[in-house]
């Protein structure tokens, strides 16, 4: 248990999903809160057989709405870069 950290238990905290399956009571910072919502939408979509990607920051302006998939497609990306 010694190796629970704040950070690992941030970890553990967004592996596991919130609501019903935050058990740890981490309180997410803004950045861990995008990345939340960017796994709930891949969680959410294996449960319902529905896609429904809901940033928490709204993004660009007044131009036309880019699709959920697409933007959740570029937040993944974001958070989860690949190694060159």
Known sequence: ?????ADNLKKW???LGGEE??????TL???A???DASLSALYEFDR???FNYQPT?????GGKSQ???ARWLGDIRKYFPLLH
């Not at 248990?1 to 950290?5: A, C, G, I, K, S």
């Not at 399956?21 to 981490?26: P, Q, R, S, V, Y």
């Not at 920051?57 to 302006?61: E, H, Q, R, W």
């Open 13 to 15: 905290r967004l592996i």
């Open 21 to 26: 399956a935050d058990g740890i009571g981490i």
């Open 33 to 35: 809160n995008e990345i």
């Open 67 to 69: 699709p959920s998939v």
């Open 1 to 5: 248990m010694d190796n629970l950290t």
């Open 57 to 61: 920051k709204p993004k660009g302006g």
């Open 48 to 50: 319902k057989k529905e």
């Open 29 to 31: 910072d803004e950045n």
